[in-house]
């Protein structure tokens, strides 16, 4: 059976693709700025500040490196959910379509053909 509309199929796949990609890119990255900010907040500890010569400087790097880390992953994550969600509404709209198609063929194929007409006189 013939594959119709193609390019919503490709523009679907590139859509899957995209969002998985964009998910483990966007995590790689929230751990890469989480990290960058705990070490920095670390190297500055008791240097600059409230609470200078104590460990503030670390807890208030941890505090943002949480934060930050929460806030990437979840919009990222909510980025990449609307890309696959996209893809997959594409999917089912052709799904759809592909399953009309079949069914109108088999009623097609059932079809019995009308008597012919009576004779006229």
Same mark, same amino acid.
């Given at each position: 059976m013939e594959r119709k509309y193609r390019a919503l199929r490709t523009i679907a796949t590139v859509f899957k693709i995209l969002g998985w990609i964009?998910?483990?890119? @966007?995590?790689? =990255?929230?751990? !890469?700025?989480?990290? *960058?900010?705990?070490?920095?907040?670390?190297?500055?500890?008791?240097?600059?500040?409230? @609470?200078?010569? =104590?460990?503030? !400087?670390?807890?208030? *790097?941890l505090i943002m490196a949480a934060v930050s880390f929460v806030g990437v992953v979840v919009f990222v994550g909510l980025y990449a959910l609307i890309?696959?969600?996209?893809a997959e509404g594409i999917q089912v709209f052709l799904d759809i379509e592909q399953n009309t198609r079949e069914m109108a063929r088999k009623l097609g194929e059932k079809a019995v053909a009308p008597p012919p007409p009576p004779p006229s006189q």
């Open positions: 964009i998910l483990v890119l @966007g995590i790689l =990255s929230a751990c !890469g700025t989480s990290a *960058s900010l705990l070490l920095g907040g670390a190297s500055y500890m008791g240097m600059v500040g409230p @609470g200078r010569g =104590s460990d503030a !400087g670390f807890v208030w *790097s890309l696959i969600a996209a």
